[in-house]
């Protein structure tokens, strides 16, 4: 089955030619040019901003005249993650789909579905004839993925609408009134190299096969770290026998939790069987310490005959005793919000090469001053073994509004269309919403979305049957848009 013959068609379609268009963050040239074309053919007021934000607008549908300006927002740019053993080139290539019973996932590769049915949905309702809805201001945003460059840099003097409605939540029965900020932590530090002992030979170790997935999102889910299961590896086979690294690559993206890590190390010849079955118990270990929740963990040893330098002695215990320690995961829940992570931290990339160690992490808060208290945290953590530290990508989080007045609307239609109450709540994602808030000052906002599960990682997928309640749920908010007066 296609997914260009799913109900709704309109929607689909849309997302099916998105989709075919590459669009990694930083690099959305074609996917903006494909915005501009859309907007145009349909004859609508299209233009973008001073950092290629894309705007289209729309006048209302007869009758609709006196409604609230309505500003519909959604993120151009998607995550770009792939399994280790899929060929795929994300800057030629347009994601490959497919229909699998209630779900539409993608071969090999992350599938977009954040937050391109978002992007898909405002296109729908731009294209369509028959849709009655309030003038539209339609705001399609770049790089969000990568450190939510449109929205920081978002020109407000365009828009005049009151309510906006941000489409990029992933539970179709959430709404989301609140979001973490966030800053990145990047570090480095110069190594010493020395040649490789007499008489060792080397192995790769690979850790692979974790779930992964958003490290907002899915930093409570308890889910393994390819980094730091690597790293405590290499603590343990340090205890036991004299090892010498040679490299260390694991990770990707700064807002994907690790799932894949790699390492080459030496040893003596003739401690090479020691080695493969530490590795194997440790493997033991591990396993059963994540066999509820990482059911593909693997950790797998082989030899290799790549060579070069080797990281010093005292450098190696500096490196790996760094990693070991600095925190990873949940560092405060909210004692205000049930469930709801406050502050976090994660260890997305870390990279041992050619005398460079080099890492990447993300913190997130809900509160600002937690957002700083982490990420001092990993900063003293770093330049306790003399790392240079740059935190840069700052951005607030968004308060939440319980007297909002779309909340209020929505709420009521949810409890209205599925007799059941809506769960709304903050998230810890790194919503645009409070960066949107400091340039549409007074405008009232909500997040919702459809069923998207294993954002960030190739294992992505959004569920057909909850793009469609979705859908309705979306037109008749629309619909219901209150009086401007």
């Known amino acids: 089955m296609s997914v260009r013959t799913l109900e709704p068609k309109e929607l689909w379609n849309h997302f099916a030619d998105l989709n075919a268009v590459p669009r990694p963050s930083k690099k959305e040239e074609r996917v903006i040019e494909f915005m501009i074309n859309f907007g145009k053919k349909l004859g609508l007021e299209t233009k973008t901003d001073k950092i290629q934000n894309v705007i289209i607008k729309k006048p209302a549908t007869s009758g609709m005249e006196d409604r609230t300006t309505l500003i519909l927002q959604s993120h151009l740019d998607m995550v770009h993650q792939k399994n280790a053993a899929t060929d795929f080139n994300f800057e030629e290539q347009g994601i490959e789909m497919m229909v699998d019973g209630d779900w539409v996932k993608a071969n090999g590769t992350t599938l977009g579905a954040d937050n391109g049915i978002g992007v898909a949905t405002i296109m729908a309702i731009l294209s369509s004839t028959d849709i009655p809805h309030p003038a539209l201001e339609c705001l399609f945003t770049i790089d969000e993925e990568t450190g939510m460059t449109g929205a920081m840099q978002l020109d407000g003097s365009?828009?005049?609408?009151k309510i906006l409605l941000n489409l990029d939540t992933e539970d179709d029965d959430e709404l989301s009134i609140g979001c973490a900020g966030g800053i990145d932590t990047n570090t480095s530090y110069d190594y010493s190299q020395i040649t490789l002992k007499e008489g060792f030979i080397?192995?790769?170790?690979?850790?692979?096969?974790?779930?992964?997935?958003?490290?907002?999102?899915?930093?409570?889910k308890g889910r393994g770290n390819a980094n730091k299961i690597l790293n405590r590896l290499l603590y343990h086979l340090h205890s036991l026998t004299e090892i010498q690294l040679l490299n260390f690559d694991g990770g990707s993206l700064r807002n994907a939790i690790p799932r894949e890590a790699t390492c080459l190390v030496a040893v003596d010849k003739a401690e090479h069987a020691k080695l493969k079955s530490e590795v194997n118990r440790f493997f033991s270990?591990?396993?059963?310490?994540?066999?509820?929740?990482?059911?593909?963990?693997?950790?797998?040893?082989?030899?290799?005959?790549?060579?070069?330098?080797?990281?010093?002695?005292?450098?190696?215990?500096?490196?790996?005793?760094?990693?070991?320690?600095v925190h990873n995961g949940?560092?405060?829940?909210?004692?205000d919000f049930e469930g709801l992570v406050e502050?976090?931290?994660?260890?997305?990339?870390v990279i041992v090469k050619d005398g460079k160690f080099i890492t990447q992490s993300l913190q997130r808060s809900s509160v600002e001053s937690s957002k700083g208290d982490i990420a001092n945290v990993i900063r003293c953590a770093f330049e306790n073994m003399a790392c240079s530290v740059v935190q840069s990508g700052d951005y607030p989080g968004w308060e939440p509004n319980n007297d909002s007045v779309i909340l209020k609307l929505m709420a009521d239609l949810y409890r209205e269309m599925f007799q059941e109450e809506p769960n709304v709540?903050?998230?810890?994602?790194?919503l645009e919403c409070g960066i949107l808030g400091k340039h549409l000052p007074g405008v009232d906002m909500i997040s919702f979305g459809p069923n998207i599960r294993a954002a960030h990682s190739p294992d992505e997928k959004v569920q057909i049957s909850s793009v469609q309640k979705f859908w309705k749920y979306f037109l008749k908010t629309v619909e219901r848009t209150p009086s401007a007066n």
Not at 202 to 220: A, E, Y
Not at 289 to 313: C, D, F, Q, R
Not at 343 to 349: Q, V
């Open 158 to 161: 365009n828009f005049q609408g």
């Open 343 to 349: 502050a976090s931290s994660s260890l997305a990339r």
């Open 425 to 430: 709540k903050a998230c810890h994602a790194g």
């Open 285 to 325: 270990i591990v396993n059963n310490e994540y066999k509820s929740i990482e059911p593909n963990l693997k950790i797998t040893i082989e030899s290799s005959n790549e060579e070069g330098p080797a990281v010093s002695h005292a450098d190696f215990e500096k490196i790996v005793h760094t990693i070991y320690g």
């Open 330 to 335: 949940v560092y405060r829940m909210s004692p």
């Open 202 to 220: 080397t192995f790769k170790i690979t850790v692979n096969g974790l779930l992964g997935g958003h490290s907002g999102m899915d930093i409570d």
